[in-house]
Nanobody, 119 residues
Framework: QVELVESGGDLVQPGGSLRLSCGASVSIFSFSDMSWYRQGPGTERELVASINRDGPTNYVDSVKGRFTISTDKAKNLVYLQMNSLKPEDTAVYYC?????????????WGQGTQVTVSS
């Protein structure tokens, strides 16, 4: 099984920063896209940021200019740098990997890490 493990979630004050990490048990190069999703209290899970194997990135409008997704392929790590955090960023953040396995599209989820933004 492909394993994704997130870390870095914490309680942080508004305006603060956090860096989330996602470690993969296989090469990140195996996947077409690596993404961060989040699900806040009473909200649906939403795509926050994604990065394509070829480099292009995408962000939900609410985090543009504040969050940055990046990878360290040598270490099989995906990061989400979160700056200027707001209370509405409070959520469980999930790492997701998408790729082709056995000629079929498949995706894998991490277990999630809690981010709480509060005074």
């Amino acid at each position: 099984q492909v394993e994704l493990v997130e870390s870095g979630g914490d309680l942080v004050q508004p305006g603060g920063s956090l860096r989330l990490s996602c470690g993969a048990s296989v090469s990140i190069f195996s996947f077409s896209d690596m993404s961060w999703y989040r699900q806040g209290p009473g909200t649906e899970r939403e795509l926050v940021a994604s990065i394509n194997r070829d480099g292009p990135t995408n962000y939900v409008d609410s985090v543009k200019g504040r969050f940055t997704i990046s990878t360290d392929k040598a270490k099989n790590l995906v990061y989400l740098q979160m700056n200027s955090l707001k209370p509405e960023d409070t959520a469980v953040y999930y790492c997701r990997a998408d790729g082709i396995v056995g000629f079929l599209p498949r995706h894998y989820w991490g277990q999630g890490t809690q981010v709480t933004v509060s005074s």
